[in-house]
């Protein structure tokens, strides 16, 4: 039996992404959310309006789909389509700043506590446990009914501030495993810093769970910032936001259902798209799930 050969990290990447693409969820999952994020990109060359103009508060109120108007216009004539675009950007920029702002903090947080442990463990993790016994939706709710309608860059700091509890522990569960593995005790015995061994030998071994969490939280944000835009809490307007497109025509929903419609798809094939590509790359980062080419030169026999 030939031993395999040992994968340098720039193998190993290239090995995860082959084993990512050929995962068709990630495939469908990457082409979603390559067409939301091009569509947020260029919104203001795709858009035919102005998302905050009102065109003709008489003639064109409420009108259904039309050539004109494929997705239709909102109460106050507004088009759609152009709130739809734009408000695609609200949502992206919320959820991977949020997610990724959360994250930095989540991983911050769980290296140290599990690295040092001791006491610095104890008291960190008892302050996670009693945020995460909070529902994160009571808090967004009661600050955002106290602050009032917010801007984009408040709402996302908001929501990074509460969403890094669980990444937190999945990091610390990672680096309390590596930290007593042999390379790990030989880094510290050649006389490195702590810091340079943490960042350096435990991280990269340990961030898998929390980046495949991270995939899955932006998702999680996203339907948060559509569900308090439509409570009437989140971006304020004339922004446009998938969430407030909904709320526009919460109150006549049998017939303005294109408000509902669209939105709704947009919503929805984007958490798909991140929970699609959440799951692939679990399955990608397993290490039980072995490439291909990797069991067959395992199994190939010696000339």
């Not at 259904?64 to 997705?71: G, I, K, R, T, V």
């Not at 216009?73 to 959820?95: C, E, M």
Request: a positive charge.
């Amino acid at each position: 039996m030939r031993a395999p050969a040992r994968q340098t990290p720039i193998a190993a990447e290239r090995s995860l992404l082959r084993s990512l693409l050929r995962d068709p969820r990630a495939r469908v999952g990457l082409i979603v959310l390559a067409i939301v994020a091009l569509s947020a990109i260029f919104a203001p060359l795709i858009a035919p309006y102005d998302p905050a103009a009102q065109l003709d508060i008489v003639r064109l109120q409420s009108k259904p789909p039309s050539l004109a108007h494929p997705f239709g216009t909102d109460p106050f004539s507004r088009d759609v389509l152009s709130r739809l675009l734009f408000g695609s950007r609200i949502s992206l920029v919320v959820g991977l700043g949020a997610t990724l702002l959360s994250i930095i903090l989540g991983i911050t947080v769980g290296a140290v506590a599990g690295y040092v442990g001791g006491l610095t463990d104890a008291v960190l993790m008892r302050l996670v446990d009693a945020a995460l016994s909070i529902p994160r939706i009571l808090v967004l709710i009661m600050v955002m009914t106290l602050w009032g309608n917010i801007g984009v860059l408040p709402l996302t700091l908001l929501m990074a501030a509460t969403g890094w509890f669980g990444s937190s522990w999945l990091v610390r569960t990672q680096v309390i495993a590596l930290r007593d593995r042999d390379f790990v005790v030989a880094a510290r015995a050649l006389g490195t810093s702590p810091f340079r061994v943490l960042v350096r030998h435990v991280l990269p071994n340990a961030v898998a769970p929390a980046l495949v969490s991270a995939t899955l939280s932006i998702a999680n944000v996203i339907l948060l910032e559509a569900g308090l835009s439509y409570l009437g809490i989140g971006v304020g307007p004339p922004t446009a936001s998938w969430g407030t497109i909904i709320q526009d025509g919460s109150e006549r929903v049998t017939d303005l259902w294109w408000l509902t419609l669209f939105p709704g798809l947009a919503i929805l094939m984007t958490v798909f798209a991140c929970n699609a590509l959440g799951d692939a790359l679990r399955e990608a980062f397993d290490p039980r799930q072995l490439p291909r080419d990797a069991t067959a030169a395992t199994l190939t026999p010696e000339a």
